[in-house]
Nanobody, 125 residues
Framework: QVQLGESGGGLLQAGDSLKLSCLASGITFGPYATGWFRQAPGKEREFVAARRWSQGTTYSADSVKGRFSISRDTAINTVYLQIDNLKPEDTAVYYC??????????????????WGQGTQVTVSS
């Protein structure tokens, strides 16, 4: 059984940095793309960033471009999303996902098979 679990959310202030973790069991991240999505109150879930580990390619939303990085620790099967210079509009529940999306679906939910339960991030001004 595949499970993804996010951690690292909380209450932060504008300008802070955030590092979220996504721990996987039942799969290793290497053969999959890892995507990060977020859902703000009253809004639909939206794409944040993704990385295809086998190709070494990274994708991001314009909202976080220049402020984010995705990394992984293969020893503990964990992927990280770091967002710097947080803004109040970064407030959302953040989800990690794994799948084998093609280029046209890597920014969409349908590109991913496995999802975590989400972690709340709140950024105050």
């Amino acid at each position: 059984q595949v499970q993804l679990g996010e951690s690292g959310g909380g209450l932060l202030q504008a300008g802070d940095s955030l590092k979220l973790s996504c721990l996987a069991s039942g799969i290793t991240f290497g053969p999959y793309a890892t995507g990060w999505f977020r859902q703000a109150p009253g809004k639909e879930r939206e794409f944040v960033a993704a990385r295809r580990w086998s190709q070494g390619t990274t994708y991001s939303a314009d909202s976080v471009k220049g402020r984010f990085s995705i990394s992984r620790d293969t020893a503990i099967n964990t992927v990280y999303l770091q967002i710097d210079n947080l803004k109040p509009e970064d407030t959302a529940v953040y989800y990690c996902a794994a799948g084998r999306p093609i280029v046209s679906t890597i920014r969409t939910e349908r590109g991913y098979t496995f999802w975590g339960q989400g972690t709340q991030v709140t950024v105050s001004s």
